[in-house]
């Protein structure tokens, strides 16, 4: 490489809604099976391994909920047509839908409302 080229490095890799679900399922998966140790070794004969194996499989089941609590959000989106102006109301989870007055493709990008050219 000379030295006229600039140094493109790898792009790093951001904490998205792939990695935060992994994450969310590691953490779980490791509360459940410390509390189910914890209960199976120390609950045998003291309630002491119960009083903390029991909560901690119950945590292993409620925080990847919590977690991923943002993920499962749906935004409404509610504009006019970009073909007739007739009102549309939809979610962020739709790409493409047909607007009921024109039947007419409508994209759905960034909250809003596109005109789709097939």
């Known amino acids: 490489m000379s030295s006229q080229e600039p140094d493109y490095g790898k792009p790093g890799k951001s904490f998205d809604g792939a990695y935060g679900f ?19 070794t120390f609950g045998q004969g003291a309630t002491i391994g119960l009083v903390f194996g029991i909560p901690l499989i119950i945590a292993g089941m409620l925080v990847p909920l919590l977690m991923m609590r943002g993920q499962f959000k749906q935004n409404e989106i509610a504009g006019p ?26 994209g759905v990008r960034d909250l809003k409302l596109y005109a789709v050219e097939s």
Request: hydrophobic residues 50%; contains cysteine.
């Open 81 to 106: 047509c970009p073909y007739c102006g007739a009102g549309i109301k939809t979610t962020d989870t739709a790409i493409r839908l047909e607007c009921p007055a024109c039947n007419r493709l409508v």
């Open 22 to 40: 992994s994450f969310a399922i590691a953490i779980g998966l490791l509360l459940f099976i410390g509390g189910l140790v914890i209960s199976l």
